[in-house]
């Protein structure tokens, strides 16, 4: 615990993140519902999330790296799989047993068969060209031996509606009985949404636990999960014609009340909200004013006169809504959240 409480804060919905879960976990039908808490829990905490999802009943979670699985390994997941799979220098930890590598290249395959690695899963390319052996490879025995938990592949467009989907399903599902796999797992987010036969034994979601939105069949089940929040550090009052910010990019049109925040794009709000983002208190809607600085924000504080300094000022971050306005992706707008961050369980 730091001795003193930061002036800018994620309040974070416990009770959204599980509520998605389980609405991914019912549009998942018959295939267990996992979740990808890579990218420290895509920016909230892998730790409170994984806690979160193991006790509303989640099994199966998904890390990249081995430091990231070191993380969580006193948490005892009942499978936790590292994406990534296993380079040379992760075998020591790999070996350990508290999760299996996704094997995904020749290479990472053999380096587990010789070391007599125990149960792994393993990623097949189905046309992505990220990571992944090749169907041939499997086809030619590559896998013949290997104790593998979960087959995996991964979707390129699941949040499209193009040919390449079904393209992918058909070749993963042409795998069916051709390995020793206990379970079979394509679907991220976007491909739960695409129907059953994409489901296959296990689905992955990440992003629509933390409240993303793809498609129209999450938009009426996935709730926000993430609400950044600063504290308003001065409020003054800005003449007409006098400006804010860097580069003067904004010029009061009519005396205009100002409040300045501490969030910049230091803490992953970024520049590109300049002049485009927003802020709420209540039912008021709060613009930004100017450029973002690296630490500080100003937003016009007119329809709200009763907010000083030390308040509390959200900031507009529904995500499908945020992107759009930003050109970032919901991906970026969870995972660029820095460090300074009070993390608030709500
Ligand atoms: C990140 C990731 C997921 C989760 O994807 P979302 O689009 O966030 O749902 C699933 N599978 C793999 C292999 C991934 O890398």
Request: charged residues 20%; negative net charge.
């Amino acid at each position: 615990m730091s001795p003193v409480s930061a002036p800018l804060r994620l309040s974070l919905d416990g009770d959204a993140l599980v509520a998605n879960w389980r609405a991914l976990d019912a549009m998942s039908g018959s295939a267990s519902c996992g979740a990808a808490v890579k990218a420290d829990g895509y920016g909230l905490g892998a730790a409170e999330v994984t806690q979160r999802l193991a006790e509303a009943g989640c099994r199966d979670f998904f890390v990249a790296s081995w430091n990231e699985a070191l993380a969580l390994r006193e948490r005892e997941l009942p499978s936790l799989t590292v994406l990534h799979g296993v380079r040379a220098e992760d075998m020591p930890l790999a070996l350990a047993g508290f999760a299996r590598p996704a094997l995904s290249s020749v290479a990472q395959v053999r380096r587990w068969r010789e070391a007599g690695g125990g149960a792994c899963d393993v990623m097949v390319d189905t046309g992505m060209n990220r990571l992944g052996i090749s169907i041939d490879d499997v086809t030619s025995g590559l896998l013949d031996g290997l104790t593998i938990d979960t087959l995996m592949s991964h979707l390129a467009c699941a949040d499209e509606d193009v040919p390449m989907n079904a393209r992918q399903r058909d070749a993963f599902a042409g795998l069916r009985g051709r390995t020793g796999a206990r379970r079979m797992s394509l679907a991220n987010s976007a491909g739960i949404a695409l129907g059953a036969d994409y489901h296959f034994d296990l689905t992955r979601p990440g992003i629509a636990l933390y409240g993303g939105i793809q498609c129209a069949a999450h938009a009426a089940q996935i709730r926000q999960v993430v609400f950044p929040q600063a504290q308003i550090l001065q409020r003054r009052r800005v003449k007409v014609g006098e400006t804010v910010g860097y580069n003067a990019t904004w010029t009061a049109a009519e005396d205009t009340e100002v409040a300045i925040l501490n969030i910049g794009y230091a803490d992953g709000y970024l520049r590109c909200f300049s002049g485009k983002g927003g802020a709420h208190s209540g039912d008021r809607r709060l613009p930004v004013l100017g450029r973002v600085s690296m630490d500080l924000l100003a937003v016009g504080v007119d329809d709200a006169a009763e907010l000083a300094e030390g308040d509390w000022i959200g900031l507009d971050y529904a995500l499908p809504e945020t992107a759009a306005r930003s050109g970032l992706s919901q991906y970026e707008l969870l995972t660029g959240l820095g460090q300074r961050f009070d993390r608030v369980w709500i």
